[in-house]
């Protein structure tokens, strides 16, 4: 675990993850991380072109993505650099976005263990007593260790 403030953490990961993701890059050009505490975190992002499905609102595929993205960051959030791999996902869509909406994100981790991390993810769109659910999921993780990543004698 780091030294860093739950902010810091999730900014530091999200820097280092978007570093090195093609994905990430191209459907989350404007993403802000808004606030971070122990264990969760908010973030925004207009919705853009790139999330868009043929019929003009926001790809399913997109929510998927940000409910495993949110859920590493939730991680994060507790001072873990390396979130893990997912092991699974599942996302109740429940209403939808077109291009322009911003995207609110809440990634809560409800339990991060030495080897499973479980998290649940909130997106809405709107502000303030104005917003409602897109999607909410939740997502498990495998949590790959510092020292398991090291070569055994």
Same mark, same amino acid.
């Given at each position: 675990? &780091?030294?860093?403030?739950?902010? /810091?953490?999730?900014?530091?990961c999200? /820097? +280092?993850v978007? #570093? $090195?993701? !093609?994905?990430?890059?191209?459907f989350?050009?404007?993403?802000?991380?808004?606030?971070? /505490?122990h264990? &969760?975190?908010? #973030?925004?992002?207009? %919705?853009?072109? $790139?999330?868009?499905? &043929?019929?003009?609102?926001?790809?399913?595929s997109?929510?998927?993505?940000?409910? @495993?993205?949110?859920?590493?960051? #939730?991680?994060?959030s507790?001072?873990l /650099?390396?979130?893990?791999?997912?092991?699974?996902?599942?996302?109740?869509?429940?209403s939808?976005?077109?291009?322009? @909406? %911003?995207?609110?994100?809440?990634?809560? #981790? $409800?339990?991060?263990? +030495? $080897?499973?991390?479980?998290?649940? %993810?909130?997106?809405?769109?709107?502000?303030?007593?104005q917003? &409602?659910?897109?999607?909410?999921?939740?997502?498990?993780?495998?949590?790959? +260790? @510092?020292?398991e990543?090291?070569?055994? !004698?």
């Amino acid at each position: 675990m &780091s030294g860093k403030t739950p902010l /810091e953490s999730v900014q530091a990961c999200w /820097e +280092r993850v978007s #570093a $090195n993701s !093609p994905v990430y890059n191209f459907f989350f050009t404007g993403m802000k991380i808004v606030s971070a /505490e122990h264990g &969760s975190m908010v #973030a925004s992002i207009p %919705v853009n072109g $790139n999330m868009i499905n &043929s019929k003009g609102g926001l790809h399913g595929s997109v929510s998927a993505t940000i409910v @495993d993205w949110a859920g590493g960051m #939730a991680i994060a959030s507790t001072g873990l /650099e390396k979130t893990g791999l997912s092991t699974d996902i599942h996302v109740s869509y429940v209403s939808t976005a077109k291009e322009g @909406d %911003v995207l609110t994100i809440e990634g809560k #981790a $409800n339990k991060v263990g +030495r $080897n499973m991390g479980f998290t649940t %993810v909130t997106i809405y769109k709107g502000t303030g007593d104005q917003q &409602s659910v897109v999607a909410h999921g939740t997502h498990t993780k495998y949590i790959l +260790r @510092d020292q398991e990543s090291k070569p055994q !004698p």
